[in-house]
Each structure stands twice: as structure tokens, then as C-alpha cells.
């Protein structure tokens, strides 16, 4: 027999429920459980290979997603993934913070077995729900023999966890993977992976930090931007107030930054806080910044993920 496939819910818009029938906006996240999910798609069996495991996790709309979820997914995750009987885990998710999430997971998890994360951009009750179908294709891929590591996958396209982004608040293809392309796609069957052959698997950068989660307190690490007519206020006050461990200044065009913001993050790392710089083009990659600059650059990472990363860093050190 095949090994199972676990699913672990957490709520999110493929799980939202609205009072007006039909209707793909105004609903409310995370309503259904994740045993009704899965009762919903009966194809889901013959999907997964194997035996199918369903388990609550939470029920949030993933804008609330919090530090202390993080640590449970990634606790149930780790439990899941020792289990020489489990073949691969899914995880339901909402679409707002899902590429943190999964970059999350991409830093700590071991990557010998599939982690595949999945949502929706319509609620479970709307007139032509798109999250059964996603369900569908997650668990399938959780079951591709050669599949593995931290996957994402939507509207049948296959996402790697350092590419995806969410690049539509409407639209059902609203993930995408920039310039490094989609790992694959879900044509009704097994995965079509981009170039014949799934990626190679890469070693989790902070994978020793992962057991140690629940014992280590969270960095307080903010995210700033840069604009026309940014000044430095916000990091000042910050760091008077000493609530903030990282910064994270999501810059203009190739990692630029304006000069009264520039000057705040000089006197904020100056007086101890680790300050990222990433770049706010959703497209393309920023060179690495020089050895000798005030701060660490996050090439190819949104904001957001660089914040991750950051976060990461501090507790890992």
C-alpha cells in the first residue's frame, strides 16, 4: 500500500462560507472544517495513492496568520514528515500570507518528502468554487513519488516556495512565479514538471532551528518603504522605542533607497538593530550589495520573505 497523505487545515478562503448563495466575495474565511473539504471531492481518494489523513489545525483567514500558528505547522509538519507511513502532506491555506508561509517551511523542513500548500480565491460556496479543484490537484502531487520539498500549487500551476507571490487580489490565477517560471502543472493527472524531471532538493537553511521553535521568543522585525518623500520617522521611532530587532526597507529599483530613509537605517543599525535590504519590484532579481555596506541584502526575495529570513537569521544565530 501506498504511504498516506495528510492534510492539515488551517482555514482560509477555501474553507470561507457566505450568507449570499453563489456569491465569491463578501464571505467569511475559514468556516468549514477540513473533513468537509475533503467529503466535498471524492476523487480526492483515488488521488492520493494512499490512505487520506485529515487534521485541524486552525480556522484563520491567513491576513491574521500569527507566529505561534507558525510554530504549530511546523511542529505537526516535522511529526508528519518522520512517519515512515506518510507519503507527503498538504496543507490548506489562505492566499494573503501563503508565500510567507511557505518560505517558512522551505527554511526549516527537511525536503525528503513533499509539502504542498493549496487555497482558493473563491469560497467553498460560491457559484463555481475553484478550491475542490486545487485540493485535488495538491493531494495528487503530495503523491508524486518524485516530488518533494515545499510546493505550492494553484489554478494547476505548479509553484517552488521562493518563487511564489500572490500577484492578483481576484483573480483564480492569482499566484504566480516571476521570472524563474513555474516548477510545473497539474493536466488532470500526474504532474508535468517544467523541464521532465522534478528539481532538484535543496537543504533547508535553518533546518536545525525547527525543533527549537516554541522555546525561542520571535524577532520583533518590521518592514519600511521606500517612496517618493519617505523620510526616516517611522524607523526612528522604532527604535527609540526599542521595539524592533529587524528592518527590512523594501527599496525602489535595484535595492535604492531614499536618502532621509537611508540616513534612519544607518542610525538604526548603528545602534544595533539588523537592517535587509530587498527590492520592491515584484519582477527580477537585485545585485547582492557590496561586502563592506552597513546592512545585508535579500536578492531575489520580496519583502515579505526577506522578513522571514531575517527573522530566521536573528533567532538562528
Given at each position: 500500500m501506498a504511504g498516506k497523505i495528510v492534510v492539515l487545515g488551517t482555514g482560509g478562503t477555501i474553507a470561507g462560507t457566505s450568507d449570499v448563495p453563489g456569491a465569491s466575495v463578501g464571505y467569511t474565511a475559514g468556516q468549514l472544517g477540513i473533513a468537509q473539504l475533503l467529503a466535498a471531492v471524492p476523487?480526492?481518494?483515488?488521488?492520493?495513492?494512499?490512505?487520506?489523513?485529515?487534521?485541524?489545525?486552525?480556522?484563520?483567514?491567513?491576513?491574521?496568520?500569527?507566529?505561534?500558528?507558525?510554530?504549530?505547522?511546523?511542529?505537526?509538519?516535522?511529526?508528519?514528515?518522520?512517519?515512515?507511513?506518510v507519503a507527503g502532506i498538504v496543507i490548506t491555506h489562505g492566499t494573503d500570507t501563503l508565500e510567507e508561509t511557505a518560505w517558512l517551511l522551505h527554511n526549516l523542513l527537511p525536503t525528503h518528502k513533499p509539502v504542498v500548500l493549496t487555497s482558493a480565491m473563491r469560497p467553498a460556496t460560491a457559484l463555481?468554487?475553484?478550491?475542490?479543484?486545487?485540493?485535488?490537484?495538491?493531494?495528487?502531487?503530495?503523491?508524486?513519488?518524485d516530488a518533494h520539498g515545499v510546493l505550492a500549487v494553484a489554478a494547476g500551476v505548479v509553484h517552488g516556495a521562493r518563487e511564489v507571490a500572490k500577484m492578483h487580489p481576484l483573480r483564480l490565477d492569482a499566484f504566480a512565479s516571476g521570472d524563474g517560471g513555474p516548477l510545473g502543472w497539474m493536466d488532470a493527472g500526474p504532474v508535468r514538471w517544467a523541464h521532465a524531471r522534478a528539481p532538484e532538493a535543496s537543504v533547508p537553511r535553518h533546518g536545525g532551528l525547527a525543533a527549537r521553535l516554541g522555546q525561542l521568543a520571535w524577532p520583533r522585525?518590521?518592514?519600511?518603504?521606500?517612496?517618493a518623500g519617505a523620510d526616516g520617522s517611522v524607523v526612528d521611532a522604532l527604535v527609540t522605542a526599542g521595539v524592533v530587532d529587524g528592518l527590512v526597507a523594501a527599496a525602489t529599483g535595484n535595492g535604492t533607497l531614499h536618502q532621509e530613509l537611508e540616513q534612519a537605517l544607518t542610525r538604526a543599525a548603528a545602534a544595533g538593530v539588523a537592517v535587509c535590504v530587498a527590492s520592491r519590484c515584484p519582477q527580477g532579481r537585485m545585485l547582492a550589495l557590496p561586502p563592506d555596506a552597513p546592512w545585508s541584502s535579500a536578492p531575489g526575495l520580496s519583502p515579505v520573505k526577506a522578513r522571514v529570513s531575517l527573522m530566521l537569521q536573528l533567532m538562528d544565530r
Open positions: 476523487q480526492l481518494a483515488q488521488a492520493a495513492r494512499g490512505p487520506l489523513v485529515a487534521e485541524q489545525l486552525a480556522q484563520v483567514d491567513s491576513k491574521d496568520m500569527t507566529h505561534a500558528l507558525w510554530e504549530r505547522l511546523v511542529q505537526r509538519c516535522l511529526v508528519h514528515l518522520a512517519d515512515e507511513t463555481a468554487p475553484d478550491g475542490p479543484q486545487n485540493l485535488l490537484d495538491a493531494v495528487a502531487l503530495a503523491a508524486e513519488p522585525v518590521q518592514i519600511v518603504l521606500s517612496h
